[in-house]
């Protein structure tokens, strides 16, 4: 039973451009969620999706978004990159339900020049 | 509003010597409550969670955490320390009523001295 998978592993960009990291989630998960982390600090919610809609959001820019799936996959999105975007980029997965536990990935390194 | 305070930034202890990883917690609802673990290069690995059953919970790898309401804590022990058990540890609160946005601590960095 495969975990949860991103992808790519690392990529590097430069300042304005855009980018897309992808995400399967665990077998039987329906709820994608997206987390930044920046260096030395805790992950931080960009937002979340389920049956394709966008339920939650944090605290991030319009440049963030996203999409979900009709296989539950997903992909985040960041237009007009920014050096501060650089960090590691976490996706989750669960089932709908308050309170449960999510699944990690190893996550996507960006590195924004 | 939730937020997670973790007290110590960085914890030393001597191998076989117990751990412990404080957490203060802040919510406008009854909390469930994670703690998550971070070796290097790989993704976060749940260590236990807590949702309103029994206050103490026992979670993988020897580690347990215990659930103080009056204290608003949630801090993570383990008996004896072990040299894999060095990495970053974070705890975590979610109590969303719809959806499961967890907030994060800023994490505990531990390292196990030989």
Redesign the interface.
Known sequence: DA??TQSPTHLIKTRGQQVTLRCSPKSGHD?V?W?QQAL??????IF?Y?EEEE??R?NFPDRFSGHQFPNYSSELNVNALLLGDSALY?C?S?F????????????TQLSVL | AQSVTQLDSHVSVSEGTPVLLRCNYSSSYSPSLFWYVQHPNKGLQLLLKYTSAATLVKGINGFEAEFKKSETSFHLTKPSAHMSDAAEYFCVVTTTPTGNQFYFGTGTSLTVIP
């Open positions: 975990g949860v709820t969620s987390y030395g600090q805790g992950p931080q919610f979340q389920y339920r939650q944090g976490l989750a669960s709908w339900d308050p309170n449960e536990k999510l699944f990690f990935g190893s996550g």
